[in-house]
């Protein structure tokens, strides 16, 4: 039951209350109990039409009865008050200004017709005396009903005016306030989802690495939010990513054919490079002709086209794209969305790179862990095992020339006791690069003189060590022993290959940089012809002083030709003010990479 139904009850209990009141009071009925029943029957009826409007299923009878009421309630009082003309204007105009807006003009009308009817019919029986069969003067019907059935006329035909009036204006607003509700309705839901999907990415986010989900559930709000209620307006959404070369590739795209995925896009001009530059959300009234995207078919009839950076702090992992064939398509709050989605994404090729990277790492240390073993062992095999197998078959000479020549002995014994002191001078130079005691005692400039010293020691080559003092204050103890390791293998390596009468090692800081040289006047090699091949790379030790080099955030610089030596130079940053050491700059393995 609606409001309108509760007003128009209360007012006719009102009514009847306030006529039966009247009747009573001013006597004009022969019979108070007889105006009593007329009251009880109008308020049975009035409540029954009530209780027609509250069920759902009767609601449209509703008017009917409250009509049928009516007619039984004037009739019922103009009876019992003889036609009085006061009580009869007042009744008609009452129940005509109160039920006519609620039913409407056609059946508004009927019902005044019926009111009028009823009023005039007892006006006329009363004028006979109660017997219709007499002749009846109309004239002086006339003179005494005229005015006020003129009266309920005029109430009655202002009530249909205003009906009419109120029907035709008023049902108009109020379809425009159900349009105006209805929109808002349907803002407030797309608000809502879209809120519910921004949630459940972040969820998503923190729930998984794997960066391609994000990024097509970035696309699918996307297309969600650009689309709209504009659902016959084209879309197209893609996910652009940077490769090793600088140029975008289309990682996920909407709206395309799928054999557009992986395709090749120069990232060095048009909209794309302006919005890298910027390095902010930016709107384009369409693509016109720019060089990158006019190749892409259906791009020359967007109108609307939104590129956000895939950005954090300087480094630009690529873009997302929007566009629709919808003119000024993205509003503020689509807008900051977007954005916001873009946010996401981000952080998710972040933590892609640096679970790549981590992987990467934990990989590249296993296989240091597995060269180190491999290189302990050589070394072993190579030197100590031999000269080891050497004493054990002298031994065995010397017991055999002590039964036949034991004049003998005496300097097969000697040669055992060289031959084992050289095995310790080796087992001790395994040790030490395994871990130099030295490094820990004396330093870094301590362990490379140690190094020089064995070298001369145990291979009979030459090494000059130059190193300014500076260097070790710059350097905290893991990094300093990941900076002698590097120069280990580099002099190492000029001993092997160089035959070079002299290597020598140089220290000094320059600036904010460390710079450490090993040089050597050997015969060098074709650097050209040897950073062709990684086999080859991996033969010089290349590779394995670039992996330290890394460790350390240094670049690593070689310099060589035939028969004019050798250079290896390592740039190593000072670092201030931080006890970690930071994992170097990183690139995710496969497709995503970062554009600087």
């Not at 967007?302 to 000024?328: E, Q």
């Not at 689509?334 to 090729?349: M, R």
Request: proline fraction near 3%; glycine fraction near 8%; charged fraction near 20%.
């Amino acid at each position: 039951m609606r409001w309108q139904d509760f007003t128009l009850i209360g007012l006719r209990l009102l009514g009847i209350a306030g006529v039966a009141a009247a009747v009573i009071v001013g006597g004009l009925a022969e019979d108070n109990a007889t105006v009593a029943i007329v009251a009880a029957l109008g308020v049975v009826l009035v409540g029954i039409a009530g209780g027609l409007a509250y069920i759902t299923a009767t609601r449209p009878v509703a008017p009917y009865a409250y009509m049928l009421a009516d007619w039984v309630i004037a009739g019922g009082f103009i009876y019992v008050t003889g036609a009085d003309a006061t009580i009869t204007a007042a009744i008609i105009a009452f129940l005509a200004l109160t039920l006519t807006p609620r039913i409407g003009v056609a059946l508004g009308a009927f019902y005044l017709t019926i009111l009028l009817t009823i009023a005039v019919g007892l006006a006329i029986y009363e004028s006979s005396g109660g017997d219709l069969s007499q002749s009846i003067d109309l004239g002086t019907v006339a003179d005494e009903y005229a005015l006020p059935l003129i009266l309920g006329l005029i109430f009655g035909i202002a009530a249909l005016i205003y009906t009419y009036i109120e029907g035709r204006f008023g049902s108009e607003q109020e379809e425009r306030l159900k349009k105006l509700a209805g929109e808002r309705e349907a803002q407030l839901q797309r608000m809502q989802e879209r809120n519910r999907a921004v949630t459940d990415m972040t969820s998503a986010v923190t729930a998984t690495l794997e960066y391609d989900r994000i990024l097509d559930a970035a696309l699918d709000i996307g297309d969600f939010m650009v689309r709209g209620e504009a659902s016959d307006h084209r879309v197209i959404s893609m996910v652009l990513l940077f490769r090793d070369d600088n140029r975008l590739y289309i990682a996920s795209v909407r709206g395309l054919k799928p054999e557009f995925e992986g395709k090749l896009l120069p990232a060095g001009g048009g909209l794309l490079a302006r919005t890298l530059e910027e390095g902010r959300a930016m709107i384009y009234p369409g693509i016109g002709k720019d060089a990158v995207l006019a190749r892409l078919p259906g791009f020359r009839q967007l109108r609307s086209v939104l590129c956000v950076p895939l950005r954090a702090h300087y480094d630009n992992f690529g873009l997302l794209l929007y566009g629709t064939t919808t003119a000024d398509a993205f509003d503020p709050d689509s807008i900051n969305i977007l954005e916001a989605i873009s946010v996401q994404a981000t952080v998710t090729l972040q933590n892609a790179v640096l679970q790549s990277n981590l992987r990467s790492e934990k990989t590249r240390i296993m296989q240091m862990e597995e060269d180190a073993r491999k290189s302990l062992v050589r070394d072993l095999h190579d030197v100590p095992t031999q000269t080891m197998a050497g004493i054990s078959m002298r031994m065995d000479y010397a017991i055999k020339l002590l039964e036949r020549q034991p004049d003998q002995v005496l300097g097969e014994l000697q040669e055992i006791k060289g031959m084992a002191t050289r095995a310790v001078t080796e087992i001790r130079h395994v040790l030490f690069k395994l871990r130099p005691l030295a490094l820990e005692s004396q330093g870094l400039i301590g362990a490379i003189k140690q190094l020089a010293e064995k070298m001369q020691d145990n291979y009979q080559q030459a090494v000059t060590v130059r190193v300014s003092e500076e260097v070790e204050n710059f350097l905290d103890e893991p990094r300093q022993g990941t900076l002698f390791y590097l120069i280990e293998e580099a002099v190492n390596n000029a001993r092997k290959y160089a035959e070079a009468p002299m290597i020598v090692v140089k220290g000094i800081r320059q600036e904010q940089s460390l710079i450490i040289q090993i040089a050597d006047n050997g015969k060098g090699f074709d650097m050209e012809a040897v950073n062709e091949s990684y086999d080859n790379r991996g033969s010089f030790g290349m590779v394995n002083m670039q992996e330290r080099a890394d460790l350390l955030g240094a670049t690593l610089n070689m310099r060589s030709a035939p028969g004019k030596g050798t250079t290896v130079q390592i740039n190593v940053p000072i670092i201030r003010g931080r006890d970690i050491m930071e994992i170097p700059d990183i690139k995710l393995t496969g497709e995503i990479r970062r554009g600087n």
